[in-house]
C-alpha cells in the first residue's frame, strides 16, 4: 500500500515511518520526470555527474561504479557501507521545483548481501537565495527491512514544496548498519490527480 513519508525535524537519520514500496499506485505518478539530473546514474567519473557521495557522522564506506548488476542503462551506483556509526548518502544538486505542488520521488536498489541497515530518500528544501535547509525535511520509511534477493526494489517518497521554497535535494541514503547496496533510476515527478469522487443525489423512496 502506498502511503507518505513523514516530514520530521532532527537528525538526518531519524526514523520515519509510513512510506510504501510496492508498485506505484494510480494516483502516483513519476512522468514526466522533473529530474533530478543524471538520475539514471549513466554519466560520470568517480562519482555520478551532479551528485556528492558522502560519507558522514563517523559513518564509512565506498563507492564504486556497478555494471554487473543494473536495473536501466549500462551502469548503476554501489556504496559499500562499512559499520553502524552515521550514515552514507547520494546528494543530488538542487531540482528546481513549484510551490504547493507534490511531488514523489522514487528510485531503485538492490542489495548485494543481507543487512539490517536503514536504505531510504530524504528529501531537503531552499529557498533560491540561500543554501540553508529549510526544515522540515521529508524522509522515507528507514526502519523498512530489505531482502538479498538478487531482485530490485522500488522505494518511494512523496513530498510538497512548501511556501517560500524553491529548489529541493535528493538524498539517497544508506544507515544504522554496515550494507552493500547498489542504487539506479532516481527520478521525482509530480504525482497525478486522483479520480473526483463519484456523487449520486439521494432519490426519494417510492
Given at each position: 500500500m502506498l502511503t507518505r513519508c513523514v516530514l520530521r525535524m532532527g537528525a538526518l537519520v531519524a526514523l520515519a515511518v509510513f512510506i510504501g514500496f510496492a508498485p506505484a499506485?494510480?494516483?502516483?505518478?513519476?512522468?514526466?520526470?522533473f529530474g533530478p539530473a543524471n538520475g539514471d546514474?549513466?554519466?560520470?567519473?568517480?562519482?555520478?555527474?551532479?551528485w556528492?557521495?558522502?560519507?558522514?557522522?563517523?559513518?564509512?564506506?565506498?563507492?564504486?561504479?556497478?555494471?554487473?548488476?543494473?536495473?536501466?542503462?549500462?551502469r548503476a551506483y554501489r556504496i559499500r557501507k562499512e559499520n553502524a556509526q552515521g550514515y552514507s548518502q547520494l546528494i543530488s544538486d538542487p531540482v528546481p521545483l513549484t510551490v504547493g505542488v507534490e511531488y514523489e520521488v522514487t528510485g531503485?536498489?538492490?542489495?548485494?548481501?543481507?543487512?539490517?541497515?536503514?536504505?531510504?530518500?530524504?528529501?531537503?528544501?531552499?529557498?533560491?537565495?540561500?543554501?540553508?535547509?529549510?526544515?522540515?525535511?521529508?524522509?522515507g520509511d528507514s526502519g523498512a527491512l530489505h531482502p538479498a534477493s538478487g531482485?530490485?526494489?522500488?522505494?518511494?517518497?512523496?513530498?510538497?514544496?512548501?511556501?517560500?521554497?524553491?529548489?529541493?535535494?535528493?538524498?539517497?541514503?544508506i544507515?544504522?548498519?554496515?550494507?552493500?547496496?547498489?542504487?539506479?533510476d532516481i527520478v521525482v515527478g509530480p504525482v497525478a490527480?486522483?479520480?473526483e469522487p463519484r456523487y449520486e443525489a439521494p432519490q426519494a423512496e417510492v
Open positions: 499506485s494510480p494516483g502516483a505518478a513519476a512522468n514526466p520526470s546514474l549513466e554519466q560520470g567519473d568517480d562519482v555520478p555527474t551532479s556528492q557521495a558522502v560519507n558522514a557522522e563517523d559513518g564509512s564506506g565506498s563507492w564504486s561504479w556497478d555494471a554487473e548488476h543494473v536495473h536501466g542503462g549500462k531503485w536498489i538492490r542489495m548485494n548481501r543481507r543487512s539490517s541497515a536503514g536504505i531510504y530518500f530524504m528529501v531537503s528544501q531552499y529557498r533560491s537565495d540561500s543554501d540553508a535547509m529549510q526544515l522540515p525535511n521529508a524522509f531482485e530490485w526494489e522500488q522505494i518511494r517518497c512523496r513530498f510538497q514544496v512548501r511556501e517560500g521554497n524553491t529548489l529541493v535535494r535528493i538524498h539517497a541514503l544507515a544504522f548498519a554496515p550494507g552493500d547496496i547498489t542504487w539506479d490527480a486522483g479520480p
